[in-house]
Every structure is written in structure tokens, then in C-alpha cells.
């Protein structure tokens, strides 16, 4: 893939002649590599794309709020090697964010739904390896009311409620990923062997100890 986006772009690896039908100006149209993970234009490309797919055809006319998950070193070894350890991180954190916003409403499960976007991030601003979840949930849950879908705003989480949804979430994620033997408790070294930080505004929180068994 970093071969492919050093030849993004580049005339000499193929191109396409673009001709104007009235004033018969050309141009030349280099290929792009249509990668993912290093060529900024590409990415920059289905970004804009994505976006304009999300806002025209996918989300609703309805408030929402962003959720940035980030995890420690050792699952973003795991997360890059195990895509079914990072869906099933995935599924636990929406569901408990969307248990969250219902409880919230003063609603049970059965009666509202709500819903959610995830984008996985899987490198930071220098390249490094660094897999975390950007989550656009919508600020609310629908209800039906006479047979129609009623969106009832709630309020922004406190200080109070982020701490105990990232209990909920460490603890979940911690046993979850323990079961399929991804993940062990640590009983040996420091606590700072896993460190996971759950982002919403400035505040951040750890999580218990666990270590990822080695193969």
C-alpha cells in the first residue's frame, strides 16, 4: 500500500488525457492509488464523500453528539490482528451508550431505539498506530407515538453519569474480551500495563488492570 501512494498522483505511472468538447483545452488526470491508510488526497477524497453521504441520505434532521472512544497499547496490537475483538468492543460500547441515552428518557428498551454512526480511526497524526472510535449518537431516542416516530432530546451527560458509563464499559469490554481469551486480569505487574481513557469534552478515566497474554 505505501508503494501505491508514492505513485499517487504521478504522471509517469499512468494518467488520463481530459479533453473539452467546446474549446478542445486538455488536461492531464494522474490515477490515484484509492488507499486508505498513508495518501492524505485519497483519504481527504472519501472523506468528503462519506460526509456527504452521511448528512444527504443516512443521518436525520436531529441533534447529535460525538463519543471518542480510545484505548490503551495492548488492544491496539489486538484491535490491528483481531477485527472480531474490535467489532465486539464496538457492539458493547453502542450498546451501552444507547442504554444510557434511553434510561435517560426515563424509557425502557422495548419502548425507544436510537442510533449511532462509528468511524474507526486507525492512526494518529504521526502515523502511529493508535485504533479508537469516533461515535455520532444521536442526542435523543425515538418513540412511537400514535404511529409515528417521536424523537425526544435528552440532556448532555454529567460528570457523574460519564463516570459510571465508563465503569460500565471498561468492566464489560475487560470480561468480554477475558471469555475469548483475548485479554487477562494482571495480577503481576503495575496497573499502568493497561491504560484506557474514555474521551467526552477534557475528562478522562482508567480502567482496571489487564494484560493481553502473550502467544
Not at 436510537?114 to 502511529?128: C, H, K, W
Not at 460528570?159 to 494482571?186: C, F, N, P, S, Y
Request: glycine share 6%; aromatic share 10%.
Amino acid at each position: 500500500e505505501f508503494d501505491e501512494y508514492l505513485r499517487c498522483g504521478v504522471l509517469e505511472h499512468g494518467f488520463l488525457r481530459v479533453v473539452c468538447e467546446q474549446c478542445h483545452a486538455e488536461r492531464l488526470l494522474a490515477f490515484s492509488c484509492k488507499k486508505r491508510g498513508f495518501c492524505p488526497s485519497c483519504g481527504a477524497r472519501r472523506m468528503v464523500e462519506t460526509a456527504a453521504l452521511l448528512v444527504d441520505e443516512v443521518l436525520p434532521r436531529q441533534p447529535l453528539r460525538q463519543w471518542v472512544l480510545s484505548v490503551p497499547f495492548p488492544l491496539r496490537f489486538l484491535f490491528a490482528t483481531e477485527p472480531a475483538a474490535l467489532t465486539a468492543v464496538l457492539g458493547i460500547v453502542y450498546r451501552a451508550i444507547s442504554t444510557h441515552l434511553i434510561r435517560k428518557a426515563g424509557l425502557k428498551q422495548s419502548a425507544a431505539q436510537t442510533g449511532a454512526v462509528t468511524l474507526i480511526q486507525r492512526f494518529g497524526s504521526a502515523l502511529n498506530l493508535n485504533i479508537h472510535f469516533h461515535l455520532l449518537v444521536l442526542d435523543g431516542v425515538y418513540v412511537r407515538s400514535n404511529d409515528r416516530l417521536e424523537f425526544r432530546r435528552v440532556p448532555p451527560p454529567t460528570k457523574a453519569e460519564l463516570d459510571q458509563l465508563l465503569k460500565t464499559i471498561t468492566g464489560r469490554v475487560g470480561r468480554h474480551l477475558e471469555r475469548r481469551g483475548w485479554l487477562m486480569r494482571d495480577t503481576e505487574s503495575s496497573p499502568l500495563t493497561c491504560r484506557s481513557y474514555f474521551h467526552a469534552g477534557s475528562w478522562a478515566k482508567y480502567c482496571k488492570s489487564w494484560r493481553v497474554p502473550k502467544a
